[in-house]
């Protein structure tokens, strides 16, 4: 890895650089890239100097991310890109791992929940034996299979470190190739970031890497303070979109690498074209502000999210005079449908709404809907 310099005149590595935001961004709420963006994003950052683009994520067959896959591997090839698979049970991974394969997947990622909160929520566990068993038995069936692996500690950042690093020591046991520290609810000060990436770090054998969320508008500095403590890689997103207030913006936190430390392995000059492809793409415009202030910071497309948001929000909207919103063009679901209607008075058979609201929005290009838009639909529907 080639060296940077550091504010005090000492050499220190340079870190290799991840893109998310065909992963990340692409599943914010309302956020939709289509195959074309995609192979846009995916060449200029390659120009700029990214070194892997994460694309898509994979839960088994048919997934709905293939076309976005298929397109950054025609675009820069399938080892500059990476692809989440979700971790579920053995034979959920067996099925994800064959969609990966059929796509041409060459890296994946697994998201692996490893605080108590966030495991007992999506895995319905939370026992530590439990994590280490699934990641080592999915590691494993990934590698025999010869992908290159990356396991991620979903809500990281908030695991306390006697439940991460045995964790992550085993996962590296199993023969996985990095490891993806994420803090998915923003949590922690660029000191304490040091701290939990200096426990990881001393494993012998690991390869970290932080992928930040920016609601308390620090992932750039938490970020350069995991590389300061030993962190390898930064993962990144165009224009900092995605969810929860965001992720470390790609263009502040190049800068950063270049003013602070003095880095000039990566062509900025690309960063203006990738933030109007990225931002109009996702349909943001040029509006699009990171932090928690901003209109996508509570908004959410997942009925998990909405029924749980204290598992993912650092603070709650109301605090910073904010709302929590429902957005969503493609991905509306009857469990979407029944929060929407909520308090509303509006009664109406969920199911059948639904399916007629989905077709609704199919003929008429599938517009991003909103709480209000789904209730006023539902008055419409009423009516018929």
Known sequence: ???AANTDGSQGPAPRLSDATLRDSAHMAGVEFGPEDAATIAELLVKTGIELVEVGMVSGPNSKDADLILATHEAIGPERSMTLVVVRDRQQVA?????AERLGVRHIMYSIPTSEEHAQLKLGSSSPRFLEVLARSAITQAKERGFHVTFSGE??????????VPYVASGF???ADRFRVAETVAYLSPWQMESV??????IDGSEIEIHSHNMLGMAVANSLAAVRAGAQWISATVGGIGERGGNAPLAELLMALRVVHGDTRFDLSHLTELSRVALQGAGLGTAFQSGPT???AFAYELPGQLTNPEAYE???????????ELLVRTRLTPALVKWALLESGITVDVDSFTSWLIAHQEENGRPLLDRDGIRKAAVDFQSR
């Open 1 to 3: 890895m080639e060296s």
């Open 95 to 99: 099925t994800a791992l064959d969609e």
């Open 173 to 175: 046991a199993a023969g």
């Open 294 to 296: 901003s209109p996508h």
């Open 197 to 202: 990436i200096g426990d990881l770090t001393a």
């Open 314 to 324: 650092t603070l709650p909207a109301e605090l910073v005079g904010n709302t929590r």
């Open 155 to 164: 809500d990281g950042a908030r695991t306390p470190r006697e439940r991460l």
